[in-house]
């Protein structure tokens, strides 16, 4: 029986012996050779798969062993220890990613998403040798999947603020509509079905200037207040706008 890595040319000796015996120049034994040779059939390389990753939305570039036991083929096989091993990674959203997923030989993982994309890709990694399929060889590993999460981060709402303001004194009861605009809950990617609304937080710095204080519409970005009578001067308003999704 041939072990597991044996290749080459094998000389091989073969002798029948009978029980008549040599007697009156009879013959009990018969040899011939032949040579055997075994073809060289590359094995499939392998490796132990590591978990399935999770990763915070924006969480920037990632990188970490993955991968163990990384082998091209049996153990003791020079032939096979002298090939060269390349991982090949693939996505389902491979437009989620900035810099594509990919595994070195050393087994990381390593990938950088694009700005503000959460939820869940599937990759596949199979792992490849140089030793080709000839004799019915095998350079490529059984496939590996890897769930990939990617779990949502609240991001800032988003507004375009006005100008500064100038208004008489006795202005009374102003109104400047449209004063906020781009009213948005965060970036294109939000999912606005997380919030349970946006509201502005308005505050005047002189509270006095004002019998009604200042509000903004998050609908319509409109700005309005009520001046007090007879003040006049310099107040500084805080505008800043909130949504209901919280900071997880």
Excluded: C, K
């Excluded at 132990?48 to 083929?73: E, F, H, I, K, M």
């Excluded at 990674?89 to 595994?103: I, K, L, M, Q, Y």
Aim: without cysteine; aromatic residues 8%.
């Amino acid at each position: 029986r041939l072990t597991s890595t044996a290749t080459g040319v094998i000389p091989v000796t073969v002798t029948v012996t009978d029980n008549g015996g040599t007697a009156n120049g009879g013959v009990n034994r018969l040899t011939t050779t032949f040579t055997l040779r075994v073809l060289s059939v590359n094995q499939r390389p392998t490796f132990t798969a590591g978990p399935a990753v999770t990763v915070r939305q924006n969480s920037g570039a990632y990188y970490r062993l993955w991968a163990t036991d990384v082998a091209a083929g049996p153990s003791g096989d020079t032939a096979e220890a002298s090939q060269r091993l390349t991982f090949r990674v693939t996505a389902d959203r491979p437009e989620w990613f900035a810099v594509a997923p990919s595994v070195n030989a050393a087994g990381y993982l390593s990938f950088t998403l694009m700005p503000d994309v959460y939820g869940a890709v599937a990759l596949r990694v199979t792992l490849h040798d140089d030793g080709g399929n000839e004799n019915g060889g095998s350079d490529t590993s059984e496939p590996a999947a890897l769930a990939l999460t990617i779990t949502f981060v609240n991001q800032p709402p988003l507004f375009t603020s006005g100008p500064d303001l100038s208004i008489h004194q006795n202005q009374g009861p102003y109104e400047y509509r449209g004063w906020a605009t781009s009213i948005a809950a965060g970036p294109p990617l939000e999912d606005l079905t997380q919030h349970n609304g946006l509201a502005f937080n308005v505050t005047a710095e002189r509270r006095d200037f004002f019998t009604v204080q200042p509000r903004i519409d998050v609908t319509t970005g409109t700005l309005s207040f009520t001046t007090a009578s007879s003040m006049f001067g310099d107040t500084r308003i805080f505008v800043a706008l909130r949504d209901a999704a919280g900071t997880a």
